[in-house]
């Protein structure tokens, strides 16, 4: 078992060499521009833009449905305990992650992604998007050197599992919480994000995410029932608002709240990230509400 890991490391790294024997200083940007669009940040800005200006009910599933996918991601990296390319030739990282490799996380998200965006995009274009982002994406993860080929391959076969369990069960599960207590959904949205912690420690921003958002979404249809619809002035406005907001939370909370060498870390990482979900779901409709940047709708 162990000399066929080995093999199939040492079969990577040789992949890996291979596509760094085309680089130059453009394809090496162009490369790291395709890798961002797998970035957190990337995610941090499309999400609320999904959720605040083009659809609010398929933005609260497809945060919901991309949380759940990322937390499963970095659980499986932890137990995998898998290294990087660069990890053991330093010469091939022309990029660097803090976490494991095995599953590619930029591979898996972009597929989750834009395969559930693509069910709203008319065709070819929804195809094309769903097709060609994941694949630009994970080969730039394997081209500067943060992932074997085998990473990016487990990465894309998992978020076409999750895209398929969505389709199966997506739509049944919706109408299912929509008929429960509003008591019950806040307390399973909480075992949820509670389990998450339990399963994994090493890093809370996922599950104090999931839990801000998803306490969001429950509240939001009584307490902030808003249109993500108007003029495009409006939508620009919300989401110029909205980010703003969310921004100074993040970069106020991280500097006010215990740094990484603190037992309290994890605590206030899972507060920061929860408080974020929660302006995200919440308090940007609400306040978009009161300002009239948006209009109510019926639930």
């Known amino acids: 078992m162990v000399a066929s890991m080995d093999s199939m490391l040492a079969w990577g790294l040789d992949i890996v060499r291979l596509t760094q024997r085309a680089a130059t200083p453009a394809l090496t940007f162009l490369m790291k521009g395709f890798t961002a669009l797998g970035s957190e940040w990337f995610y941090f800005a499309i999400l609320p833009l999904v959720y605040w200006c083009v659809d609010r009910r398929r933005g609260a599933r497809l945060g919901l449905v991309f949380f759940v996918s990322s937390f499963l991601n970095l659980w499986l990296k932890d137990l995998c305990a898998q290294p990087r390319p660069y ?53 730039s993860r394997v081209y500067l050197g943060v992932h074997f080929p085998t990473d990016v391959f487990a990465g894309w076969a998992l978020g076409l599992v999750i895209l398929a369990a969505d389709a199966v069960l997506g739509e049944r599960a919706e109408r299912g919480l929509a008929r429960l207590d509003l008591r019950v959904k806040a307390g399973l949205v909480a075992a949820i994000a509670f389990a998450m912690n339990a399963l994994d420690m090493r890093d809370t921003s996922v599950s104090g995410a999931f839990f801000g958002v998803g306490l969001g979404f429950v509240f939001a249809p009584r307490l902030a029932a808003f249109s993500a619809k108007g003029q495009l002035a409006q939508r620009l406005l919300r989401y110029i608002l909205g980010l703003a907001v969310a921004a100074c939370l993040y970069v106020g909370l991280k500097a006010v709240f215990p740094g990484a060498g603190s037992e309290l870390y994890a605590l206030f990482r899972f507060v920061r990230y929860g408080a974020l979900g929660a302006w995200v779901s919440l308090g940007a409709p609400w306040v978009f509400l009161r300002l009239g940047l948006a209009e109510r709708e019926a639930t």
């Open 87 to 139: 990890e053991l030739d330093p010469k091939l990282g022309m990029a660097h992650e803090a976490s494991y490799g095995l599953p590619s996380g930029h591979a898996q998200g972009t597929t989750v992604f834009w395969g559930l965006v693509a069910r709203d995009i008319a065709r070819p274009w929804g195809v094309l998007l769903a097709v060609f982002l994941p694949l630009v994406v994970g080969v």
